[in-house]
Every structure is written in structure tokens, then in C-alpha cells.
């Protein structure tokens, strides 16, 4: 006899295994919940079948969405099947491809330099937040981080003497300490003065990073102004760079440096993974782009290896 006496409990008692081993499944949560109510609607009470799931997937207008969405139920149904065994799994890429890696835009460092001195130009340079964005964009091109880790740093989570940053509870639930170059913590260091003689003595707001009333800069805001400063910059080409392309940027640069010094890069991916704050070494490697000076790297490595070879 089954344990549940709905779709919609076999969804709630999914999550709730799935959230007591770390997973916030925000997003999955919630189109989980709107695929109960689907099956609901359509008199499906107790058991999850392929036919239910790709009527539900085919709901959305997007292709890849459809793919995401019967992703969400395979994960669902591999549980359920557990304690319900009528329960249908539906085969992997039934409705197609559910990933898409969007070709990352790698950051020159001139570019780099052109993003953080267009940020110091907002607003005219006047008041709090051509500071603000722009130490928020070198921090995410010095270290690597989200961008939702570093709108959720506190003030309490920036050291400046240790040179650390505190990055508490992010994907995974996870908490890390994440190193920062001398200058990048300087840097911090002189905003964060520039900060406190900025905002209403009457602010109380903890986060690192605020604008002119003090409140805390959230991701619209700063997509609005990521946005505004691209608009003013000459790219090299017709491509629109991201604010995540600073991660990617990070990574490739990491790896460049490292085999520049001569570092076992083999050994050296894993610290990169840690830091970076990724469950598995894998996650790193999709940060990573062939960009042409680590192809040059590469095209070098092989020389030398084919010379050995043939002696």
C-alpha cells in the first residue's frame, strides 16, 4: 500500500528528504508544487506516470524548459518509485537536451580595467554607488565569487587584517574562507571607509555593500547597473558579456597563471574547486573556456610531449 494519498504529498515528502540533506531546490520546489497541482487538476491522485509528466513538461513554451521540467520529475519519480512501485520514470532525454552552456565571455584585462573605471562613472561619480558597483565588480574579478555571495556579505564578513572574506551558507549550504590579495583587500578596505562617511548615521543595515540611503544593493540593482555601464563600452564584438562571465574569467585566469609558474595543474584544480566553493571538482571544469592563451598552453605542452615521444 502506498505511503501517500496524493501527488502533491509524494512532492512535499520529496523535498523535505532532499532539503534535510543540504538542497534549497527554490526554483524545483516550486515547479515541483505547480506539477501536483497539474496532476490535480487532471484527476491524477497517487501515481506519477510518463504520459502525465510530458503533458505537465509540455506546458511551457520554451524547448529547454520542457527538458528542465521533465528533469525535475525524473528525480521525483527515481524517489517515489522507492515506496510506490507503479511509479514511471520517464527515460533521459525524452524531450531533449535540459542543459545549455552558454559560450562564456572571458574578460580582458584591459577590459576588466574599462568595466571598473566606467563604474567609477556613474551618477557623474557622485554619492555612494559608482564606489559601490565598482568595488563590487573588481571583488567578483578578484576572487571568482557569485554575485549572490557578494550581496550577502556583511560587514562582520570582510577581515581586513587576516585577508579573508567569511562566505556563509551558500550553494550546498555550505560556509567557506575565501583568501584575498593584498590589494583586493585594501581596496575593500578604502570603500569600506568611504562607506561609513556616506550613509545616514541612522542606517543600520549590516551588508558590505550598500547604496546612498544605506540599504543593501540587491541583484536588480546591480544587473541594472552592470547593464547601464556595458551600454557604454565598446566591445570588441557584437556579444553581450554577463556579470557570471567574471567567474569564468576568474577561472581561466587562475589556470593560466598556474601554468605559467610551472604548477602540477592536475593538483592544483582542486584547490581552484575549493575556492571557488564547488561540491564537486567537475563544477570547476565548466568554468572553464578555451580562450587562446590557454590553447597556446596547450599547443605548447603537446610540442614538448611529441618531441619526447619521437625523441
Not at 487532471?42 to 521540467?69: F, M, P, Y
Not at 552558454?102 to 567609477?120: C, F, G, Q, R, V
Not at 541583484?219 to 569564468?248: C, E, K, M, V
Amino acid at each position: 500500500m502506498t505511503r501517500w494519498n496524493s501527488i502533491r504529498e509524494q512532492v512535499e515528502d520529496y523535498l523535505a528528504t532532499r532539503r534535510r540533506l543540504g538542497f534549497k531546490l527554490k526554483i524545483e520546489g516550486m515547479q515541483l508544487l505547480r506539477f501536483a497541482h497539474f496532476a490535480d487538476s487532471q484527476g491524477c491522485h497517487k501515481i506519477i506516470t510518463i504520459d502525465l509528466a510530458v503533458e505537465w513538461a509540455n506546458t511551457s513554451a520554451s524547448k529547454l524548459n520542457r527538458a528542465r521540467r521533465l528533469e525535475m520529475i525524473r528525480g521525483l519519480a527515481k524517489f517515489c518509485i522507492l515506496f510506490e512501485p507503479k511509479t514511471q520514470i520517464p527515460p533521459p532525454g525524452l524531450l531533449g537536451s535540459a542543459h545549455r552552456r552558454l559560450t562564456p565571455y572571458i574578460y580582458t584585462a584591459n577590459e576588466l580595467s574599462d568595466l571598473m573605471h566606467a563604474a567609477n562613472r556613474l551618477n557623474n561619480g557622485k554619492g555612494l554607488r559608482p564606489k559601490t558597483i565598482e568595488n563590487l565588480l573588481g571583488l567578483l574579478s578578484a576572487t571568482g565569487l557569485r554575485i549572490s555571495e557578494a550581496l550577502h556579505l556583511s560587514r562582520g564578513d570582510v577581515r581586513f587584517e587576516s585577508k579573508l572574506l567569511v562566505v556563509k551558507e551558500t550553494k550546498f549550504n555550505k560556509s567557506r574562507m575565501v583568501p584575498l590579495h593584498p590589494t583586493t583587500a585594501e581596496a575593500l578596505k578604502d570603500f569600506s571607509r568611504f562607506r561609513d562617511k556616506s550613509i545616514p548615521s541612522t542606517s543600520s543595515s549590516d551588508a558590505f555593500f550598500v547604496f546612498n540611503d544605506g540599504c543593501p544593493l540587491n541583484y536588480r540593482q546591480a544587473l541594472y547597473a552592470f547593464q547601464t555601464i556595458r551600454g557604454q563600452i565598446a566591445w570588441r564584438n557584437n556579444r553581450s558579456p554577463r556579470i557570471h562571465d567574471l567567474r569564468h574569467t576568474f577561472a581561466c585566469n587562475r589556470l593560466l597563471s598556474w601554468y605559467e609558474e610551472g604548477v602540477d595543474v592536475n593538483n592544483a584544480i582542486l584547490m581552484l574547486s575549493i575556492y571557488l566553493g564547488h561540491g564537486k571538482v567537475t563544477d570547476t571544469y565548466w568554468y572553464l573556456t578555451g580562450i587562446p592563451s590557454l590553447m597556446a598552453v596547450a599547443a605548447k605542452r603537446f610540442e614538448a610531449y611529441r618531441e619526447v615521444k619521437h625523441g
